[in-house]
């Protein structure tokens, strides 16, 4: 079934069968004072149903357009076959869509944003997820995590599940101060016990080859010792586009079975 979806994604895009919109938005955020730029793409013609919504954060260095055109290609064409509305904020090149002394950005994604989305789009409030890779994973399962009645369900690709270790050299100093014993509480590692009695679907995967590998294995065995239902797969891939590209699609296929089997 994947395998045929892939093939349907590849010919939609060397056609351009497809006839999604992308939207350009600058989206005002009252908590920072300031504009966000951000990129929606849904289906032209939709009817009068309300269609899932998932947004997608990308990782550290990145930007809405590049995840667009580089990072996952394939969103256009799944916008229209899967009838869902995809949600592509900038995260500020390295925020870590945290809330810090300088930055709002969960309270913008988790509230701001979707509030915006949901008067604008017609989108079904029940069947909203939360998505990203690398930086966007950690916020995907931070932010999740966090706001449980606003995502109903929380993916991650080859997530920082702990920055701890490498912060000071990936922007977490100037958001959270020098001493990085403070910074554990705003890791996706320090959330996992807000997952205890959720309710929400889990999807989280990794690259055997990624850097991340270990991080994310640990974080799947305590999910499992806390008897947390997830879904965890690896499959071969480095910490690049050429492995989260693919990956993405499973992901948001399994969104869209899930959000299915809710109708």
């Known amino acids: 079934m994947i395998k045929s979806l892939f093939a349907l994604v590849a010919m939609c895009m060397g056609s351009k069968m497809f006839s999604q919109k992308v939207d350009s938005l600058n989206i005002y955020s009252t908590s920072m004072n300031k504009e966000i730029k951000t990129l929606v793409v849904h289906p032209s013609n939709s009817g009068n149903k309300k269609l899932p919504t998932v947004y997608i954060l990308h990782g550290y260095s990145g930007y809405p357009k590049r995840t667009l055109t580089q990072d996952i290609p394939s969103l256009s064409a799944l916008s229209e076959e899967m009838q869902m509305i995809f949600v592509l904020p900038d995260g500020n090149y390295d925020s870590w869509y945290i809330d810090s002394p300088r930055l709002k950005y969960e309270t913008f994604i988790a509230k701001e944003l979707t509030n915006y989305i949901q008067k604008k789009y017609k ?85 055997t080859d990624d850097i991340l590998i270990a991080q994310n294995r640990k974080f799947h065995e305590q999910l499992i010792s806390l008897n947390i239902p997830h879904i965890y797969e690896e499959r071969p891939g480095s910490h690049d586009a050429a492995y989260w590209a693919k990956a993405a699609v499973n992901q948001i296929f399994q969104l869209h079975q899930f959000f299915t089997n809710h109708d």
């Not at 909203?128 to 950690?138: E, K, V």
């Not at 995590?145 to 109903?152: A, L, N, W």
């Not at 993916?155 to 101060?177: M, N, Q, R, T, W």
């Not at 705003?186 to 959720?198: E, G, P, R, V, W």
């Open 123 to 207: 989108s079904d409030q029940s069947k909203t997820a939360l998505m990203g890779w690398s930086m966007g994973g950690h916020g995907a399962l931070y932010i999740g995590s966090r706001h449980q009645e606003t995502f109903s369900a929380i993916a991650s690709l080859c997530g920082v599940i702990d920055f701890v270790p490498f912060g000071k050299e990936y922007g977490v100093s100037k958001l959270l101060g020098e001493n990085p014993e403070k910074w554990t509480a705003y890791t996706a590692f320090s959330q996992i016990n807000k997952l205890k009695d959720s309710r929400q679907k889990i999807l989280i995967g990794c690259g």
